[in-house]
């Protein structure tokens, strides 16, 4: 692409946006103030280096596209490369099963701040700061309840290591200077109909007020709920309402991800309500088809919707945007960056609403006018922005990546098997 039209196309827009009163430059520069957390486990298929076989707990990856990562090594290679196709700068969001367990068998409660100690030193060495999360699928353990099995042993057993858990993200978030934000998503639930949905609720509720009876400064605590998981279709231990009202009750960070909803339900509209009741939000970023089938995200209204609305509510300081979906069957870097970068230009593209003047509409009962601005935003030239900011990050501008991205494959990923 060459500069000198990146930058033509970037002044006709600027002042196209100017002619309704939006910056572009100030758009472009709170961009850089945004970091998503990229979802480690999108570079091998939620695996993990427990080698502990099959993904279990109600998720499933599909395709088997070669060249997943298959061990520590290669996952950094892999991270490492996606960050040089992202303008901006991006934390990393591990899983419990990413440990560096140095050949060693260490079961989920025993982890230890130790065994994220590399990763902490790489994340360093790599400018990018660590998010955390709990796992308590592919387990011998896992069953279909973990937090809420009536059995103690179990129970306990998932309470320790969830515990411990937020040890390592508290290490982590005092070692970077900057909170570990730790997401708790748990599979429990049932296949068939469900006559003591009470009991497991209860059990939920006690193991979480006994795991978050610690109280810590480098951390923060997400829940994130669901609608359902495979074979576990009829009920939810931790279901929206559950974790709505106890993160409301206890100040915790909801976790929206956009595939555990009803399909025709707006994710984007929860943000207004709950961010009145608790204090942040964290996303995971998918596409559900048809199902929580966590294909890439790409730029959808969905996607839009919902980033518009972070930015209508002036709340970016106070959402982390996680990225959650698992594609193995297309090349994984690739569907890293589609999805980070569609991402991100929904992020911008809300930045680029001249929300002044839409509201100016609304209070005066302008109908009109409001739903033809909103029309006239979708075809004003803002993928000349995007360039310019990608341009500004020294990053390969628009489909340059795929180039990248191949010779990548060719390189690397394509040797192994
Ligand atoms: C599963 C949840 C959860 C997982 C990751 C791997 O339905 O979305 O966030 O995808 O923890
Ligand atoms: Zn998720």
Request: with cysteine.
């Amino acid at each position: 692409m060459k500069t000198e039209n990146i930058e033509s196309a970037y002044a006709y827009a600027k002042e196209r946006f100017a002619a309704i009163g939006v910056d572009t430059d100030a758009a472009i520069a709170k961009m850089n103030e945004i970091h998503l957390s990229l979802h480690c486990w999108q570079a091998d298929d939620v695996a993990g280096f427990e080698n502990a076989g099959s993904l279990t707990g109600g998720i499933q990856a599909t395709g088997n596209y070669p060249g997943k990562a298959r061990n520590i090594d290669e996952l950094r290679a892999d991270i490492a490369k996606v960050k040089t196709l992202l303008p901006g700068t991006h934390r990393l969001n591990l899983h419990e099963i990413y440990g560096d367990f140095a050949g060693e068998r260490v079961d989920r409660d025993q982890v230890e701040p130790r065994h994220f100690e590399s990763w902490m030193q790489w994340a360093k060495e790599n400018n990018m700061k660590l998010d955390f999360n709990s796992t308590s699928f592919s387990h011998p353990k896992s069953g279909s309840l973990s937090l809420s099995n009536p059995d103690k042993g179990i129970r306990d057993f998932w309470i320790e290591h969830t515990k411990r858990c937020r040890a390592v993200a508290e290490e982590i978030g005092k070692r970077q200077g900057d909170p570990c934000i730790m997401n708790l998503w748990i599979h429990d639930g049932s296949k068939d109909i469900t006559v003591n949905r009470m009991l497991y609720r209860s059990l939920l509720k006690d193991s979480l007020d006994e795991i978050f009876a610690q109280k810590y400064d480098n951390m923060k605590d997400c829940l994130e709920s669901k609608v359902f998981g495979i074979g576990l279709e009829s009920y939810t231990v931790g279901s929206s309402d559950f974790y709505t009202a106890y993160c409301a009750q206890n100040n915790k960070i909801v976790t929206l991800d956009t595939g555990h909803f009803h399909p025709t339900e707006s994710v984007a509209d929860k943000v207004s309500s709950l961010l009145l009741y608790v204090p942040e939000l964290m996303l995971h970023v998918s596409r559900p088809v048809r199902w929580d089938s966590d294909h890439v995200t790409i730029m959808n209204d969905d996607t839009l919707d919902l980033c518009r609305e972070i930015v209508r509510c002036n709340a970016i300081d106070r959402v982390h945007i996680g990225l959650d979906y698992f594609d193995a069957s297309i090349n994984r870097i690739g569907a890293y960056i589609i999805g980070a970068r569609a991402t991100q230009k929904c992020v911008l593209l809300a930045l680029l609403e001249p929300i002044e003047s839409l509201r100016k509409y609304e209070a005066a009962d302008k109908g009109f006018e409001r739903l033809a601005m909103l029309e006239e935003l979708k075809s004003m030239p803002w993928g000349a922005v995007w360039d310019m900011y990608c341009l500004r990050n020294n990053v390969p501008v628009g489909e340059e990546y795929i180039a990248e991205i191949e010779s990548y494959e060719a390189e690397i990923t394509s040797k192994r098997n």
